[in-house]
């Protein structure tokens, strides 16, 4: 199962095919979910309300069609800003990265010495 959720979380944080990227009103690309948290970052709030208002969500759309995080989109159509949506995104991106990393290991105790020891000079 582990090695399901990493191939999906590989491939949600892949770059998509330059034919699918998404084109920002303000003419900026974006190729993955890590581009698009930061643009979401970055933009002005009225470029985030041309492409996410009552009509439609842009975002939700691409990340659901094109990156298909269900998850992801799901979520961003709830989110009430862009701030909000930023959040969300880095995120996810966050989880998905650290899903990647190999399990850290715990330190190694050092061995017991025992007083019964005697250092040999």
């Known amino acids: 199962m582990t090695t399901m959720m990493n191939q999906d979380a590989k491939k949600?944080?892949?770059?998509?095919?330059?034919?699918?990227?998404?084109?920002?009103?303000?003419g900026r690309t974006m190729r993955s979910m890590q581009e698009l948290a930061e643009?979401?970052?970055t933009m002005t709030d009225e470029i985030f309300a041309y492409h996410a208002n009552q009509q439609k969500?842009?975002?939700s759309t691409w990340v659901s069609d094109i990156v298909r995080d269900?998850?992801?989109?799901?979520?961003?159509?709830q989110a009430a800003s862009r701030c909000a949506a930023a959040v969300i995104v880095t995120q996810r991106v966050t989880?998905?990265?650290d899903?990647?990393?190999p399990p850290k290991?715990?330190?190694?105790?050092?061995?017991?010495?025992?007083?019964s020891r005697k250092k040999k000079d």
């Open 105 to 115: 290991k715990a330190p190694r105790k050092k061995p017991y010495a025992s007083a």
């Open 12 to 26: 949600w944080l892949a770059d998509v095919p330059e034919e699918y990227v998404f084109w920002c009103c303000d």
């Open 70 to 77: 269900d998850d992801l989109a799901a979520e961003l159509r």
């Open 39 to 41: 643009a979401l970052n």
């Open 95 to 97: 989880a998905l990265s």
């Open 99 to 101: 899903s990647l990393k």
């Open 57 to 59: 969500n842009d975002f």
